[in-house]
């Protein structure tokens, strides 16, 4: 069934669009990420214009990551008080970002950054995540303690001032660093059109070694309102909002993070930060072919309107 997009000004298939949605709703609810970074390629590799796809996806991560984030809610798995000030970052951040996003889309550089960041940051994290998930699950298979959180373990973090304590999440730390997380959440939320949770998940888990259980749910509370302010953003200060699309990926994203989370719950730790690394390593291997293979056309002659 094909469909028009008003934005994005072209005809697509709205059961892929739905198909598209549900998947990445899937995996929000799962692992804790609003999707973006797999959502907003698919976008791309589909057709949708970059700087449609990243402002429209934003919007779509907003209904997906509700979703999620009441499931998890009704299992106790969201720390408030940590997502609120992981929401202050954000939301800093998200501002700085979208003022960003206007000025590269302004010199026409925003198609090329948004590609390199992808490649950049998903590559690297995605490498660091498969390489503790293996080392914890073949600790497991030898019977071995999985290394984690243990009480009265601290890092360099804990030697930062403006402590507070977080009782969910059985944390005593510095705002600091849960602000600079946020911020970095938000700032990539507005220029690359992800809810930032393939940053924050790791984040969180390593620096500041909030427990898995808790994780995903205050992850996904943070990304609903830092997706939420940068929607609104880009629809007034850009105009590259796509409603019909993030209606159409709203709804498939709803449906699937209910089942994402259900899933969630059923696999350990390490196996969930495993199965999101390989995830993440495959979005960024697909985006670096594309970006050093020969296109099938070398150049692109466009009219203007009326000419």
């Given at each position: 069934m094909?469909i028009y997009l008003p934005v994005?000004?072209?005809?697509v298939?709205m059961?892929?669009l739905l198909?598209?949605g549900?998947a990445?709703?899937?995996l929000?609810?799962?692992?804790g990420?609003g999707g973006g970074?797999?959502?907003?390629?698919?976008l791309i590799?589909?057709g949708?214009?970059?700087?449609v796809?990243?402002a429209?996806e934003?919007?779509?991560?907003?209904a997906?990551s509700?979703?999620?984030?009441?499931?998890h809610?009704?299992?106790r798995?969201?720390?408030?008080?940590?997502?609120l000030?992981?929401?202050?970052?954000?939301l800093?951040?998200?501002?700085?970002?979208?003022?960003?996003?206007?000025v590269?889309r302004?010199?026409?550089?925003?198609?090329?950054?948004i590609?390199v960041?992808?490649?950049g940051?998903?590559?690297?994290?995605g490498?660091?995540?498969?390489?503790?998930?293996?080392?914890?699950?073949r600790a497991r298979?030898?019977?071995?303690p999985?290394?984690?959180r243990?009480p009265?373990?601290?890092?360099?973090?804990?030697?930062?001032?403006?402590?507070m304590?977080?009782k969910?999440?059985?944390l005593?730390?510095?705002?600091?660093p849960?602000?600079?997380?946020?911020?970095?959440?938000?700032l990539?939320?507005?220029?690359?059109?992800?809810?930032?949770?393939?940053?924050?998940?790791p984040a969180?888990?390593?620096?500041l070694?909030?427990?898995?259980?808790?994780v995903?749910?205050?992850?996904?509370?943070?990304?609903v309102?830092v997706t939420?302010?940068?929607?609104?953003l880009h629809?007034?200060?850009?105009?590259?909002?796509d409603?019909?699309?993030?209606l159409?990926?709203?709804?498939?994203?709803?449906i699937g993070a209910?089942?994402?989370?259900?899933?969630?719950?059923?696999?350990?730790g390490?196996?969930?930060?495993?199965?999101l690394?390989?995830l993440?390593?495959?979005?960024?291997?697909?985006?670096?072919?594309?970006?050093?293979?020969?296109?099938?056309?070398l150049?692109?002659?466009e009219t203007g309107?009326?000419?």
């Amino acid at each position: 069934m094909q469909i028009y997009l008003p934005v994005a000004e072209l005809a697509v298939n709205m059961f892929v669009l739905l198909g598209m949605g549900g998947a990445v709703g899937f995996l929000s609810g799962m692992f804790g990420v609003g999707g973006g970074f797999l959502m907003t390629p698919l976008l791309i590799f589909y057709g949708i214009p970059p700087a449609v796809a990243v402002a429209t996806e934003a919007n779509q991560i907003v209904a997906a990551s509700t979703s999620g984030a009441l499931a998890h809610w009704r299992r106790r798995g969201v720390d408030v008080r940590l997502g609120l000030v992981l929401l202050a970052g954000g939301l800093v951040g998200s501002l700085i970002g979208v003022m960003v996003f206007r000025v590269l889309r302004a010199v026409g550089q925003l198609d090329l950054l948004i590609s390199v960041l992808y490649v950049g940051l998903l590559g690297s994290i995605g490498t660091l995540m498969i390489i503790e998930s293996a080392r914890a699950m073949r600790a497991r298979r030898r019977g071995r303690p999985v290394s984690g959180r243990r009480p009265g373990q601290h890092t360099w973090i804990h030697g930062l001032p403006f402590k507070m304590r977080f009782k969910r999440s059985r944390l005593y730390v510095s705002a600091i660093p849960v602000l600079a997380i946020g911020a970095t959440v938000g700032l990539l939320a507005a220029i690359m059109g992800v809810g930032g949770g393939f940053i924050m998940v790791p984040a969180m888990i390593y620096l500041l070694r909030v427990p898995t259980s808790v994780v995903i749910g205050t992850s996904l509370f943070q990304i609903v309102f830092v997706t939420a302010f940068t929607t609104v953003l880009h629809a007034t200060t850009n105009y590259t909002v796509d409603v019909v699309l993030a209606l159409i990926l709203m709804v498939g994203g709803v449906i699937g993070a209910q089942f994402g989370a259900f899933a969630g719950h059923k696999l350990r730790g390490e196996q969930l930060r495993g199965l999101l690394a390989l995830l993440v390593l495959a979005v960024a291997g697909r985006l670096l072919y594309d970006l050093v293979s020969t296109p099938d056309s070398l150049y692109v002659v466009e009219t203007g309107l009326g000419l």
